[in-house]
């Protein structure tokens, strides 16, 4: 098992910037990557980066370029630095491990952090 504990969630205006961050603990040792995943109200969810023990990242097209995947392997923490925030971009966010990125195939989920950005 795998437990992973999301932080940084909030309310934040249009143009503004938020960090989340995903701390994992249990059998990190099985974590071959790691992401972040949202879902908005009425929506499915959709993963929105995701981030492979060598570094590796990818990003759904509506974020790239705002937003960065990133980690600290020491830390087994996972960080999402949310920039030029939309309104779009309101959801709860995920914090995901996964056994492959491509395509995304998520094992364990945290319990999600509402990010809320208002126009």
């Known amino acids: 098992q795998v437990q992973l504990a999301e932080s940084g969630g909030g309310l934040v205006q249009a143009g503004g910037s938020l960090r989340l961050s995903c701390a994992a603990s249990?059998?990190?040792?099985?974590?071959?990557?790691m992401g972040w995943y949202r879902q908005a109200p009425g929506k499915q969810r959709e993963v929105v980066a995701t981030?492979?023990?060598?570094?590796?990242?990818n990003y759904a097209d509506s974020v790239k370029g705002r937003f960065t995947i990133s980690r600290d392997n020491a830390k087994n923490t996972v960080y999402l630095q949310m920039n030029s925030l939309k309104p779009e971009d309101t959801a709860v966010y995920y914090c995901?491990?996964?056994?492959?990125?491509?395509?995304?195939?998520?094992?364990?989920w945290g319990q999600g952090t509402q990010v809320t950005v208002s126009s």
């Open positions: 249990g059998r990190i040792f099985s974590i071959n990557a």
């Open positions: 981030i492979t023990n060598a570094g590796g990242t």
């Open positions: 995901v491990t996964l056994w492959r990125v491509a395509p995304p195939r998520p094992t364990y």
